[in-house]
């Protein structure tokens, strides 16, 4: 969350990198010093110190993996390899206060041995855009386990849990196929379904639901229950392995229930670590802590509004930190998802015919890191990118930018760019792009250097009110061709 690599985080505390690898792999036991220092400089609130406490009180020689239980405990506290999903249900309930998750999963044995245990992870981040402030919500008001009321079942039985992970905003647990009254081990080749639900209030819940696929899985399915006249607006993005984000592929479904409006998507055989996230604002809800308090009027308030940092920040002149991939591609993963939300909601409020683009600092991000959508709908996911060679050839356009979208400017770009960038697994790619794209690609990787398209203006022209410009809803011109490549 802090968007520190290893190395950085191994500078800050005064140990080596390697060393940090090696505590993080669980190769190495972390000393009591090291605890008590990376978890000042990662702001952790505590959550480090206790985690060393937990380890230190099972009193273990000599180098061990971090977080395991007991003796008896330590084959089983991994998820069978063998476990397949038949079908992931997952709902989420909102009465106008508190958020009710209820997860059925229909789980199948495809190894030789019993399945006593499943593992599950309950996790909150009420401001992803800013960790900061979540971290900082969280140590003063943690996550309890009286508020989450968690309840699980296997089949028909009621069943308990043992925790595995016991933190501020993250709880994971292994729910045991056991009661008072049995054992209901699944045994080699029969399926079962298991449920569990719980509940959060909407001050520690962001406007957000996630589904992970960590386990073989044929259907996922998902459904978002609000009431109706909170007017909700509900849309999706997939992130996979290779960090790309997308749109759903199919559309979520939408129907009406009395006084609910009912939100539903489904797909089959997701690749196996996909994210699927669903968001939603509610636009009858003007009070709502993600709605702006008063109804934007100007096009920069709109931006605003959703999210996106305006000119006059710092970060918005500064360089862009790139990422040390592939030891960071979770982080990535985590900015290119941020990156696709904003986009999803910069669409809900603005037409962009020409293609739109979205870099890391202007959602407060201080990450290289830039996704662009062409008129044609593909999305390009840029990962610490820079041009390395333009084309003789230039031509003067019209040019938009969210962090002061009230003006439009007359900017000269090169017709083709050639640009390097890294895949998620530090792959080094060299791709080349030509009109539109090219201008919509440089001026992403414009934001990753600090620079915005008005250093770029020719001495003595400025940019001209939104009110004055002619060219919205039309695609950027160019000779023998009137839409982008």
Same mark, same amino acid.
């Given at each position: 969350?802090?968007?520190?690599?290893?190395?950085?985080?191994?500078?800050?505390?005064?140990?080596?990198?390697?060393?940090?690898?090696?505590?993080?792999?669980?190769?190495?036991?972390?000393?009591q010093e090291f605890a008590e220092q990376a978890d000042r400089v990662l702001s952790a609130?505590?959550?480090?110190?206790?985690?060393?406490?937990?380890?230190?009180?099972?009193?273990?020689?000599?180098?061990?993996?971090?977080?395991?239980?007991?003796?008896?405990?330590?084959?089983?506290?991994?998820?069978?390899?063998?476990?397949?999903?038949?079908?992931?249900?997952?709902?989420?309930?909102?009465?106008?206060?508190?958020?009710?998750?209820?997860?059925?999963?229909?789980?199948?044995?495809?190894?030789?041995?019993?399945?006593?245990?499943?593992?599950?992870?309950?996790?909150?981040?009420?401001?992803?855009?800013?960790?900061?402030?979540?971290?900082?919500?969280?140590?003063?008001?943690?996550?309890?386990?009286?508020?989450?009321?968690?309840?699980?079942?296997?089949?028909?039985?009621p069943i308990g849990w043992r925790v595995q992970h016991d933190r501020d905003a993250f709880?994971?647990?292994?729910?045991?196929?056991?009661?008072?009254?049995?054992?209901?081990?699944?045994?080699?080749?029969?399926?079962?379904?298991?449920?569990?639900?719980?509940?959060?209030?909407?001050?520690?819940?962001?406007?957000?639901?996630?589904?992970?696929?960590?386990?073989?899985?044929?259907?996922?399915?998902?459904?978002?229950?609000?009431?109706?006249?909170?007017?909700? #607006?509900?849309?999706? +993005?997939?992130?996979?392995?290779?960090?790309? =984000?997308? @749109?759903?592929?199919?559309?979520?479904?939408? &129907? %009406?229930?009395?006084?609910?409006?009912?939100?539903?998507?489904?797909?089959?055989?997701?690749?196996?670590?996909?994210?699927?996230?669903?968001?939603?604002?509610?636009?009858?809800?003007?009070?709502?802590?993600?709605?702006?308090?008063?109804?934007?009027?100007?096009?920069?308030?709109?931006?605003?509004?959703?999210?996106?940092?305006?000119?006059?920040?710092?970060?918005?002149?500064?360089?862009?930190?790139?990422?040390?991939?592939?030891?960071?591609?979770?982080?990535?993963?985590?900015?290119?998802?941020?990156?696709?939300?904003?986009?999803?909601?910069? #669409?809900?409020?603005? +037409?962009?015919?020409?293609?739109?683009?979205? =870099?890391? @600092?202007?959602?407060?991000?201080?990450?290289? &890191? %830039?996704?662009?959508?062409?008129?044609?709908?593909?999305?390009?996911?840029?990962?610490?990118?820079?041009?390395?060679?333009?084309?003789?050839?230039?031509?003067?356009?019209?040019?938009?930018?969210?962090?002061?979208?009230?003006?439009?400017?007359?900017?000269?770009?090169?017709?083709?760019?050639?640009?390097?960038?890294?895949?998620?697994?530090?792959?080094?790619?060299?791709?080349?792009?030509?009109?539109?794209?090219?201008?919509?690609?440089?001026?992403?990787?414009?934001?990753?250097?600090?620079?915005?398209?008005?250093?770029?203006?020719?001495?003595?022209?400025?940019?001209?009110?939104?009110?004055?410009?002619?060219?919205?809803?039309?695609?950027?011109?160019?000779?023998?061709?009137?839409?982008?490549?």
């Amino acid at each position: 969350m802090r968007g520190l690599s290893q190395s950085a985080l191994a500078k800050a505390v005064g140990y080596t990198p390697s060393y940090v690898s090696k505590v993080e792999g669980g190769q190495q036991r972390p000393s009591q010093e090291f605890a008590e220092q990376a978890d000042r400089v990662l702001s952790a609130g505590g959550a480090l110190r206790r985690t060393f406490a937990e380890l230190e009180s099972h009193g273990r020689p000599g180098a061990t993996v971090p977080h395991q239980h007991s003796a008896e405990h330590q084959a089983a506290d991994a998820q069978p390899a063998s476990l397949i999903v038949k079908h992931d249900d997952a709902e989420l309930f909102y009465d106008g206060s508190t958020y009710r998750a209820t997860q059925r999963r229909q789980i199948y044995n495809a190894s030789p041995d019993p399945i006593t245990q499943y593992l599950i992870r309950i996790s909150v981040d009420r401001y992803p855009g800013s960790p900061e402030r979540s971290n900082k919500l969280y140590r003063e008001n943690p996550l309890t386990w009286e508020e989450i009321s968690l309840s699980a079942k296997v089949g028909s039985e009621p069943i308990g849990w043992r925790v595995q992970h016991d933190r501020d905003a993250f709880k994971e647990l292994w729910l045991l196929f056991e009661n008072e009254y049995g054992r209901y081990p699944l045994y080699p080749g029969e399926a079962a379904w298991i449920e569990y639900s719980y509940t959060v209030s909407d001050d520690k819940w962001g406007t957000w639901f996630q589904r992970a696929v960590r386990l073989p899985t044929e259907r996922l399915s998902v459904r978002l229950n609000f009431p109706a006249d909170l007017d909700p #607006a509900v849309w999706g +993005t997939e992130t996979t392995m290779t960090a790309a =984000a997308f @749109p759903f592929r199919t559309a979520i479904q939408q &129907a %009406a229930e009395a006084d609910r409006r009912i939100f539903s998507w489904t797909t089959d055989d997701p690749p196996l670590h996909a994210r699927y996230r669903l968001e939603w604002k509610f636009r009858a809800c003007p009070n709502h802590e993600e709605a702006s308090p008063a109804m934007p009027t100007s096009a920069s308030e709109k931006m605003r509004s959703i999210g996106i940092v305006q000119a006059g920040d710092p970060i918005l002149t500064g360089q862009a930190r790139p990422f040390d991939l592939p030891a960071e591609a979770e982080d990535a993963r985590r900015v290119v998802a941020e990156l696709n939300s904003a986009a999803e909601r910069a #669409a809900g409020i603005h +037409t962009f015919s020409k293609g739109m683009g979205c =870099a890391a @600092p202007q959602i407060g991000i201080d990450r290289a &890191a %830039a996704i662009v959508r062409t008129p044609d709908g593909e999305t390009l996911t840029l990962l610490n990118p820079r041009v390395i060679e333009e084309s003789a050839e230039t031509d003067e356009q019209y040019e938009g930018c969210w962090s002061f979208f009230d003006v439009r400017g007359m900017v000269p770009r090169p017709l083709g760019i050639t640009v390097e960038h890294q895949d998620i697994d530090g792959q080094r790619r060299i791709t080349m792009f030509e009109h539109g794209v090219a201008r919509l690609v440089a001026h992403e990787i414009d934001h990753l250097e600090g620079t915005l398209y008005t250093a770029h203006m020719r001495p003595g022209v400025d940019p001209i009110p939104v009110s004055q410009y002619r060219g919205t809803g039309r695609t950027w011109s160019y000779e023998g061709s009137t839409t982008q490549p």
